[in-house]
């Protein structure tokens, strides 16, 4: 069964920090996609990337990275120079091709706090 | 292009009594999941519709159902209402049903069950 652990339950970061937030994940398809979500304090949780397991480039979206090792099971997120507007809790997700479920199985979240 | 859109936002209801959720999803998008999140469980699928008809379903009791209509409107609806059903509901759509299809999420109900 598939599976996403997000070992850090919460960071906290003075602004202008990089952080990074740790995503490992289990899976038996070799055809899946990894997502990462973010949940500000309103509650909606806003879709930030996409990622294939064919696909290992890292992928940099202006302050934003993520890198994806197949060979560790990972797809770390980092926010360089951090804002206050990064608070929020953050979600990594998988989705299998293999077994056509659509359902996304999330990673328990990590809560960032920027403090100014 | 508006978002999805969930009504009502904030729900209190008695144990024992039903509930129906509603979620309108982005224009053109024909798929809708819904998902559960609490604190203790964290979030997690309950199922899916598209074109109508139910395409996955998570591990939930019976008394979860739910239903999407021909504009792919969907609801969802909990009968006899527990404690534990407390949480906040997610609605998710998506253009289709392939698997690389992002989900963008609803502002969710917040049911809370006294």
């Known amino acids: 069964a598939q599976k996403v652990t997000q070992a850090q339950t919460e960071i906290s970061v003075v602004e202008k920090e990089d952080v990074t937030l740790d995503c490992v994940y289990e899976?038996?398809?070799?055809?899946?996609?990894l997502f990462w979500y973010k949940q500000p304090p309103s509650g909606e949780l806003v879709f930030l990337i996409r990622?294939?397991?064919?696909?290992?480039q890292n992928e940099i979206s202006g302050r934003y990275s993520w890198n994806f090792q197949k060979s560790t099971s990972s797809f770390n997120f980092t926010i360089t120079a951090s804002q206050v507007v990064d608070s929020a809790v953050y979600f990594c997700?998988?989705?299998?091709?293999?077994?056509?479920?659509?359902?996304?199985?999330f990673g328990s979240g990590t809560r960032l706090q920027v403090q100014p | 292009k508006a978002g999805v859109t969930q009504t009502p936002r904030y729900l209190i209801k008695t144990r024992g009594q039903q509930v129906t959720l509603s979620c309108s999803p982005i224009?053109?998008?024909?798929?809708v999941s819904w998902y559960q999140q609490t604190p203790g469980q964290g979030l997690q699928f309950l199922f899916e519709?598209?074109?109508?008809?139910?395409?996955n379903k998570g591990n939930f009791p019976g008394r979860f159902s739910g239903r999407q209509f021909s504009n792919s409107r969907s609801e969802m609806n909990v009968s006899t209402l527990e404690l534990g059903d407390s949480a906040l509901y997610l609605c998710?759509?998506?253009?289709?049903?392939?698997?690389?299809?992002?989900?963008?999420f609803g502002p969710g109900t917040r049911l809370t069950v006294t």
């Open positions: 998710a759509s998506s253009l289709e049903q392939a698997v690389r299809d992002e989900q963008y």
């Open positions: 990622r294939n397991s064919f696909d290992e």
């Open positions: 519709y598209f074109s109508e008809t139910q395409r």
């Open positions: 997700a998988l989705s299998e091709a293999y077994t056509g479920r659509r359902a996304l199985t």
């Open positions: 224009s053109g998008h024909r798929s």
């Open positions: 899976t038996r398809d070799t055809t899946y996609y």
